[in-house]
């Protein structure tokens, strides 16, 4: 009898130590799972810190995970499968840019694509759609721009050449290489891409946005030449002119043509009618207010500048009496 009390003494205590090791183990993976969560959260978080924006005044740009480095499509002669997908900070001012890329220039998270050729110079710059500056959702200057400078591309520093926007601020373009070009300063602020930039901001932007950059060698970052097509209310508009102060033009066309001598042309059309059914100003006052606008002109067709000796002429404001109207 002893013997078998003392066997059963002897089993119960081994049972309560196998439990005993059994709840402490389960403690302790408790305790080692608990540690490895908050570790896995901290790292987490401070991954989250990492991807914070590192600019106050716009979102860090990202590409975005479905997109690939290079598309393969063609349209109209314009292959991009040339071009590899970069991002660039809105406001570096670095005025290097990379052979052969594609970058976004759109402020936050408008999306305006640049393309470069090989050798670095902007030859092209396109959007779907225009989206107009907001100063209640944008962070703007007190300048009105985005940021304090603009790119320093090579060609800027001469005194005659502005640091151009191709898309400017007031429609939604950021400052760095991919979005500006050394353009001649009277064409930039009064001259055909002032006129272009008020077209579109007066028409609440635009839809189909090309520009097509041009330059005389291989060499240069200063274009000779840029065209602009766009689209308002569904009617295609094009814009087209050389880098060229407008100023000096303008002078030596007067020179050419003899304004002083040389009177306008007149159709002898009585103001109330039309010389033929193409002269429709229901067809061109979009807002039928009786007058015509320079987008709406350009929105119906029109090419700048509208001059005395068109029938349109009656109908919009030459502001300087010179004849010529978005010259």
């Known amino acids: 009898m002893l013997i078998l009390f003392t066997v059963i003494l002897v089993s119960v205590f081994t049972g309560c130590g196998k439990i005993t090791e059994q709840t402490s183990a389960k403690k302790v993976q ?59 900070n809105g406001g570096d001012m670095s005025g290097y840019r990379q052979p052969n890329v594609k970058v976004d220039v759109g402020y936050g998270k408008r999306e305006y694509w640049a393309y470069t050729n090989q050798y670095g110079q902007l030859i092209r710059v396109e959007a779907k759609k225009i989206t107009l500056q907001n100063s209640n959702t944008d962070h703007v200057l007190s300048s009105g721009r985005y940021y304090s400078d603009e790119a320093n591309v090579p060609g800027t520093e001469s005194p005659i050449l502005d640091k151009g926007h191709v898309i400017a601020d007031s429609l939604g373009g950021v400052s760095n290489a991919y979005n500006i070009t050394p353009q001649d300063s009277n064409l930039n602020r009064h001259g055909d891409q002032a006129y272009m930039e008020k077209v579109i901001r007066d028409a609440g932007g635009c839809t189909d946005f090309v520009a097509v950059i041009q330059y005389p060698n291989n060499k240069t970052q200063i274009p000779k030449h840029y065209k602009f097509t766009y689209k308002i209310q569904g009617r295609s508009i094009t814009d087209e002119f050389d880098n060229v102060n407008p100023d000096k033009v303008n002078k030596n066309l007067g020179k050419t043509t003899g304004t002083n001598s040389t009177p306008p042309k007149t159709n002898n059309v009585p103001a109330n009618k039309t010389k033929n059914s193409n002269e429709d100003i229901s067809k061109v006052d979009t807002n039928h207010n009786g007058r015509v606008t320079i987008a709406e002109a350009k929105a119906a067709g029109f090419k700048m500048p509208i001059t005395r000796d068109s029938w349109l002429y009656k109908y919009m404001d030459d502001r300087d009496g010179d004849g010529l109207v978005g010259e």
């Open 30 to 88: 408790s305790i080692t799972s608990t540690a490895s969560k908050t570790v896995e959260a901290n790292k987490s978080t401070s991954a989250d810190d990492t991807e914070k924006p590192n600019s106050d005044s716009e979102p860090k740009k990202s590409v975005p995970a479905s997109s690939t480095s290079k598309v393969t499509s063609t349209t109209n002669g314009f292959d991009y499968s040339k071009y590899t997908l970069i991002v660039v």
